[in-house]
């Protein structure tokens, strides 16, 4: 998945994005790439089926919607902070420090529940636990080093 050269514009974007997080493990390296990817392609392409697939807190904010912002904003999980961050200006900040957030960023995956499932024909898939957990923001949550560069800002990141 992460070597894609899939002529799929949406996963060659976020797999040369990702490649850079070597030290990540999959579940975390998924987690980014099924988000990023299903809100990428609602962004290139808006309709039902792909508005389906994008979890509802992850949707831009009437905020983002009026504000301009790094388009990097769009991604993060936490609308509250997406909203300060459009609003404040403090983007720019963060847009500059991206390799930071990512680095960040935790998906709360428990290392005994399958990521894979066998799918109808017997191929691999992501299993639909993990998908439903990858679309529930109480799976998401910001670690170090970012939140301890930015400790005012962890009222905005909602459990």
């Excluded at 994005?17 to 290139?44: A, D, P, T, V």
């Excluded at 403090?90 to 680095?103: I, K, Q």
């Excluded at 299993?127 to 949550?141: D, I, K, M, Q, T």
């Amino acid at each position: 998945m992460l070597h894609s050269t899939d002529e799929n514009i949406a996963t060659f974007l976020m797999t040369g994005f990702l490649r850079q997080y070597k030290n990540k493990g999959i579940e975390q390296l998924l987690s980014l790439y099924l988000m990023g990817y299903r809100y990428m392609r609602w962004q290139m392409s808006p309709c039902e089926e792909t508005t389906r697939d994008v979890p509802t807190w992850l949707l831009p904010t009437k905020i983002q919607r009026s504000n301009p912002h790094s388009v990097i904003v769009d991604y993060i999980p936490w609308p509250r902070l997406r909203d300060h961050l459009c609003m404040s200006g403090e983007a720019e900040d963060l847009t500059r420090s991206v390799y930071f957030y990512f680095e960040s960023i935790e998906f709360i995956w428990p290392s005994e529940c399958p990521i894979f499932a066998q799918g109808e024909g017997g191929q691999m898939v992501l299993s639909p636990e993990f998908e439903a957990a990858v679309g529930s923001l109480e799976h998401w949550r910001i670690g170090l080093p970012w939140s301890g560069a930015f400790p005012h800002l962890l009222h905005l990141v909602e459990p």
